[in-house]
């Protein structure tokens, strides 16, 4: 009598496959390799990996972080120094335009003449001019007199 309980048993299963029902038999199969692949993983992901895996993950955040702010105040100083570069050549354009200005308003034959005709001044003869031997320091200090 076993054996037929064995028969019909069989029999349902190969039915319940026919029509896509698994039976209770490879139900059992598929929780044994799934406990078995748990297993296995678990074997691999120790607790040690697990918290290695993670502060490589928080390592790996932190850096990136850190390159993206460096990146930025990289692009902000390289914007601020085109906008200096910017202003120096604007200032220098100002400045050689007003010295131009400065250059042109001031003749020096009028300055000449009116020196000469108004105020009475001369050029100096060469007894007048003395020659000296002038330091590097910048200035040159007077003791006595001159004449």
């Not at 009475?120 to 031997?133: H, L």
Request: proline share 1%.
């Amino acid at each position: 009598m076993a054996r037929t309980t064995e028969k019909k048993e069989a029999d349902a299963d190969r039915v319940k496959e026919l029509q896509g029902i698994p039976s209770a038999r490879s139900q059992g199969k598929r929780r044994a390799a799934r406990k078995a692949r748990e297993r296995r993983y678990s074997a691999v992901m120790s607790r040690g990996y697990v918290v290695f895996l993670a502060i490589m993950c928080i390592v790996t955040v932190l850096m990136c972080i850190r390159y993206l702010r460096l990146k930025e105040t990289i692009t902000r100083q390289v914007k601020q120094n085109n906008e200096l570069r910017t202003k120096l050549t604007s200032t220098r354009a100002e400045n050689d335009a007003l010295l131009e200005s400065i250059q042109n308003s001031v003749d020096m034959n009028h300055i000449r003449e009116v020196a000469i005709n108004e105020f009475g001044m001369k050029y100096a003869t060469e007894d007048q001019v003395i020659w000296y031997n002038g330091e590097d320091n910048g200035y040159v200090e007077q003791y006595r007199d001159v004449s």
